[in-house]
């Protein structure tokens, strides 16, 4: 194969990441105490079997609350799903309304897929940070409170907080300064 892009994180560095972090058997991952529900952003990597040539499809924004087992639906036919982020929330209640949000506020940046996939969302690379951050005030903004936000890259988990880098993209979503400052405390600082 020819080089590779190694954006976000594939399925074996993501169950090595889980069962290190949680400190469990990754078999342990798919059983329902385990469960970790979350909306990701993840895509396809294909490579060309004449050339060689490695290509990515849009992103799919969905939910899950086993990624491990998606990733193995997702990887059967040769490529490989890889996700870029992903938000945790508490329950299967918040990830239904969390999921429903998400498709809600990317809705300008979605791509019917030619099998009338209806998950898939033209987002670049550059895009990616401002879409979470995006959804991020909307779940805030309706009473979901993400446990957690993580970014991967290079098969590495970063932990993604609302920060100074972001305050110009969240004063454009929220209505005031004053809303921003609230969300994250910013005014207690």
Partial sequence: MASQIKKGIGSQAYRNWRACRENVKVSWLEEPAYYRHVVYWGRQHLWDVDTGVQARGYFKV????????????????????????????????????????????LQHKRVKGAENQQELFDIKDSELEHSLATVYV????????????????????????????????????????????????????
Wanted: proline fraction near 3%; aromatic fraction near 8%.
């Fill in 62 to 105: 969905g939910k899950s609350v086993a990624l491990t087992s998606m990733f193995r639906q997702r990887n059967e036919g040769g490529g490989e799903f890889r996700v870029y982020a992903e938000i945790h929330v508490e329950d299967n209640q918040e990830l239904s309304r969390s999921e429903y949000l998400a498709h809600c506020m």
């Fill in 138 to 189: 909307q779940l805030c903004k309706h009473n979901i409170h993400p446990v957690e936000v993580i970014l991967f890259d290079q098969d590495m988990a970063v932990p993604w907080q609302p920060g100074a880098h972001t305050q110009t993209t969240l004063e454009g979503l929220l209505d005031t300064q004053a809303q921003v400052n609230d969300l994250f405390g910013w005014n207690q600082l």
